[in-house]
């Protein structure tokens, strides 16, 4: 994670989702269909580590 001028930048790249949140892409694409924030730029989609955790900490999932 990096950071630019004091705040976190924490997008990651859903085709990279399994090596740096454990998670599987499909399950983020699964997770946007119920409300995860997806952020495109081209056909680059991105979600925010911060606002994952978020999510699952509100559905009480356990992964």
């Known amino acids: 994670m990096s950071t630019i001028e004091g705040q976190s930048f924490d997008l990651v790249r ?21 409300g995860l924030r997806l952020y495109k730029v081209g056909k680059a989609v991105w979600f925010s580590r911060f606002e994952l955790a978020a999510f699952i900490r509100g559905r009480g999932a356990i992964l």
Do not use: F, G, V
């Open 14 to 34: 859903i085709a990279k989702a399994k090596r740096e949140c454990d998670i599987s892409s499909n399950t983020i694409r699964a997770y946007a269909r119920q």
